[in-house]
C-alpha cells in the first residue's frame, strides 16, 4: 500500500461544503445566522434542526438541537471546532456584513489584515467561533524572497471597511 502521505494531493476543486453546528436554542441560532449575517433558512425540521444558505444552496450551515437543546458551550481549554469561517466574494460584501453586525450589537473579538485575506471574528449566540472574510485575488498575496507564501496578521481598518460597504 501507498504510504497517504506521498499520494498526489487533494483535487484543486475541493472545498468545504458546510458546517453543521450543535445549538443550544434554534431559534436563536437561526435569529443570528439569518437575522444578522443574513443567511436564508431552506428548510426546518420543526424545533430540532434547520438549514439555511446564501444563494439558494441546499445549505451552506446545518444547525440542530438534537444532542445539544439548553446545552452549555465546551469549556475553555477543550478541543472541538475553532470557528467555521464564511467567505464574502468581495470588500463591499465583508464590510456590509460588519455593518449588520454592528447594528445587531455582535462584539467583535478581532479583525485582521492577513495579506491574503481580511477577516472579522466573532461568536455566535452559543459560543462558537465564527470567521466573516474575504480573500484577496493569489496575484496580490504577500510572498518572501523565495516565492513562498509570507501571510501576516497586521490591523484591519475597520472603518475603511465600512466605508467600502455596499449599499444594499
Do not use: C
Amino acid at each position: 500500500m501507498t504510504d497517504p502521505m506521498h499520494r498526489a494531493p487533494i483535487h484543486p476543486d475541493t472545498r468545504v461544503g458546510h458546517v453543521h453546528l450543535k445549538v443550544s436554542d434554534l431559534d436563536r441560532a437561526i435569529g443570528f445566522y439569518a437575522g444578522v449575517l443574513g443567511f436564508e433558512v431552506q428548510q426546518r425540521y420543526g424545533r430540532q434542526a434547520a438549514f439555511l444558505s446564501a444563494g439558494g444552496y441546499h445549505h451552506h450551515i446545518g444547525l440542530n438541537t438534537w444532542e445539544s437543546r439548553d446545552g452549555m458551550p465546551p469549556a475553555p481549554g477543550t478541543t472541538g471546532l475553532y470557528h467555521a469561517a464564511f467567505l464574502y466574494p468581495d470588500r463591499a460584501s465583508l464590510g456590509n456584513a460588519l455593518a449588520r453586525v454592528i447594528a445587531a450589537g455582535i462584539a467583535l473579538e478581532g479583525a485582521a489584515d492577513h495579506g491574503v485575506s481580511e477577516a472579522l471574528y466573532l461568536r455566535d449566540p452559543d459560543g462558537n467561533g465564527v470567521e466573516l472574510y474575504r480573500d484577496r485575488p493569489p496575484a496580490e498575496w504577500p510572498r518572501d524572497e523565495r516565492g513562498n507564501l509570507a501571510m501576516v496578521n497586521a490591523p484591519l481598518d475597520l472603518q475603511a471597511l465600512l466605508d467600502d460597504a455596499s449599499q444594499d
